[in-house]
C-alpha cells in the first residue's frame, strides 16, 4: 500500500522500521495498528493539505518529524488536522 502512497512522500511503514522478536510485533500490530501506520519524509510535511485530502483513509501518520492525526473534521470549507504538541519543537 505504501507504493500508492509513495507520491505524498511515504517511504514505509512503522512496522518495517525496526525489529523485535516475532511476539512483540504481533502485540504492537494488534494493540496500536503500526502495520497501518506509514512514515512519510519533509515532503509529506510541506504537502499535508494534500495528503490530508487525497488520503482520508489515512488516519495516523508520520512525516520526519512529527506525528500527524487526520480526522475526518471540515470546519468551513477547510480540513482540520492535528499535530501532537509533543512533536513541536
Do not use: A
Amino acid at each position: 500500500m505504501v507504493l500508492l502512497f509513495r507520491k505524498y512522500g511515504f517511504v514505509s511503514y512503522m512496522r518495517e522500521l525496526f525489529t523485535c522478536p516475532e511476539p512483540v510485533m504481533r502485540y504492537l500490530c494488534k494493540m496500536y495498528n503500526i502495520h497501518k501506520v506509514p512514515v512519510g519524509t519533509r515532503y509529506t510535511k510541506d504537502n499535508l493539505h494534500v495528503v490530508i485530502r487525497d488520503c482520508p483513509e489515512v488516519r495516523l501518520f508520520y512525516t520526519d518529524v512529527d506525528r500527524v492525526t487526520n480526522r475526518s473534521l471540515v470546519f468551513g470549507t477547510w480540513p482540520v488536522f492535528f499535530l501532537h504538541p509533543e512533536d513541536i519543537q
